[in-house]
């Protein structure tokens, strides 16, 4: 029995981050797929992954945090350069983010190539570390997230301009330092898809938290990696919720280009 | 470590380069207290989050030995890698 106890104090902080993460992500997620620039998130984490991985190069041995910093800076840049594509080339602005995520994830790469287990970090990059947090940590990031959660959905004109691609780079940044490209993606889009296809805006917090309970618990009893198992958890419910939805008249938001009956 | 009869009981990363499951953390966690253990031992290319959530867990503290010539910026050549690596295990022994 001291196994389970000892689990649990693994697994809790993981579940506590991984829930405040996910939830502060639904806002964010439902103005990407509103403005139909999915990929940004991954081009602003790769973008900030970029910035860490130059600082920690080019200044050796300045500070950690000197390193997360310059990944900030990257990151902001980057929701800068987005913005000014947005207002002079605004139908190409998807086309233009997809090219910088793969530029600099490119540039990622050369500048691993000669680092030895380059391709190790850049996978805990992709897949996350969220086991390793701890209850301080929670503790660090509750009042971060939660000023983040609030300028995000209590001030109207947040969202909009400028201000939107600075929080979403702050956020974005924060949240792939510890939970990693795969899961930001998987908990800011796949809520946000299914918030577009019901009627109840509280559906899409319940979906997530639901999907990183299921996820981190789950990853604990089948002994798997937590960060690819959240993923597969979100894209799991996606399936059942999507079917479910379709299924069920009353809590379905009808879609304009959605006329088929599923077979009832 | 072999000459120097050092074993290592236990790896963050079961498989290098794979984040390891919740289970393999506890049981890792488990053994640590089991037994007496020197230290958490990381290469400085390592990331320091999970060396440092080992230590925090288990109250061992981190060493980060050079692992090769260059690695740290006392280890200049085989001798100095070699007094580096030894004066950091010398220095855990000594605190206990």
């Known amino acids: ?264 | 470590m072999s000459f120097l009869k050092i074993n290592s009981i236990g790896f963050i990363e079961e498989k290098p380069g794979i984040s390891p499951s919740s289970k393999h953390l506890a049981k890792l966690v488990e053994t640590a207290e089991k037994q007496d253990v020197l230290a958490v031992i990381r290469t400085p290319y390592d990331p320091t989050a999970p060396s440092e959530w080992l230590s925090e867990k288990t109250g061992l503290s981190t060493l980060t030995l050079p692992f090769t010539v260059g690695g740290t910026p006392k280890a200049t050549n085989l001798f100095e890698l070699m007094d580096e690596t030894l004066n950091q295990l010398n220095s855990v022994l000594e605190n206990r």
């Open chain 1, 1 to 264: 029995m001291i196994e389970l106890i000892e689990l649990i104090d693994i697994a809790a902080p993981a579940l506590l981050v991984g829930l405040l993460i996910a939830i502060v992500h639904v806002p964010f997620g439902v103005e990407v797929i509103k403005r139909g620039i999915i990929f940004i998130d991954l081009a602003i984490a790769q973008i900030a992954a970029l910035g860490f991985l130059s600082a920690e190069i080019i200044l050796e041995d300045a500070h950690p945090f000197i390193h997360g910093l310059s990944a900030f800076v990257a990151a902001i840049i980057g929701g800068i350069v987005f913005k000014f594509i947005e207002k002079h080339q605004p139908n190409l602005q998807e086309a233009w983010i997809g090219v910088f995520f793969v530029a600099s994830a490119s540039l990622s790469v050369l500048i691993l190539s000669d680092q030895p287990h380059g391709a190790e970090e850049l996978n805990h990059l992709l897949s996350g570390q969220v086991l390793f947090t701890t209850y301080q940590d929670f503790l660090f990031y509750l009042p971060v997230y939660l000023i983040l959660f609030v300028i995000a959905t209590q001030i109207n004109r947040a969202m909009q301009g400028l201000s939107f691609y600075v929080l979403f780079a702050l956020t974005i940044t924060l949240s792939v330092q510890i939970v990693g490209v795969y899961v930001v993606f998987a908990s800011l889009i796949i809520p946000a898809l299914i918030f577009t296809q019901v009627t109840n805006n509280k559906f899409p917090y319940v979906f997530t938290i639901i999907s990183i309970v299921v996820g981190i618990t789950g990853s604990t009893l089948l002994d798997v990696p937590a960060g690819p198992s959240l993923v597969l958890t979100y894209f799991a419910m996606a399936l059942l919720s999507t079917a479910a939805i379709r299924k069920n008249p009353v809590i379905r938001h009808e879609l304009p280009d959605n006329p088929t009956e599923p077979n009832v």
